[in-house]
Nanobody, 123 residues
Framework: QVQPVESGGGLVQAGGSLRLSCVASGSIFASTGIGWYRQTPGKQRELVAAMSSAGTTFTYVDSVKGRFTISRDNAKNTAYLQMNGLKPEDTAVYYC????????????????WGQGTRVTVSS
């Protein structure tokens, strides 16, 4: 079972940047899709960005397109989410998913989930 561990969250002013990291144990990292989700109180967890195992397919929720970038370093078993131009509405707990897959053009979460890292954007 893959157990991702997220880091990099924190408090930042609107317009600022953060880079989230997700380190996953196990040997399957390079062969699976990865996704970043976020959740705020009272709302369902939302897929923010995803990337296929081959790095050829990407998904971004409309609200972060042009501001967030998902990437991966298979040699380090690490996924990243670069977040620029942060807005107060980006405030959430961000979760990493390792082990998902694409069904057509849709990313399906699966495998292991991290405990989350909190991102707070002040106005």
């Amino acid at each position: 079972q893959v157990q991702p561990v997220e880091s990099g969250g924190g408090l930042v002013q609107a317009g600022g940047s953060l880079r989230l990291s997700c380190v996953a144990s196990g040997s399957i990292f390079a062969s699976t899709g990865i996704g970043w989700y976020r959740q705020t109180p009272g709302k369902q967890r939302e897929l923010v960005a995803a990337m296929s195992s081959a790095g050829t397919t990407f998904t971004y929720v409309d609200s972060v397109k042009g501001r967030f970038t998902i990437s991966r370093d298979n040699a380090k078993n690490t996924a990243y989410l670069q977040m620029n131009g942060l807005k107060p509405e980006d405030t959430a707990v961000y979760y990493c998913n390792v082990g998902g897959y694409y069904s057509g053009s849709s990313y399906r979460g699966g495998g292991g989930w991290g405990q989350g890292t909190r991102v707070t954007v002040s106005s």
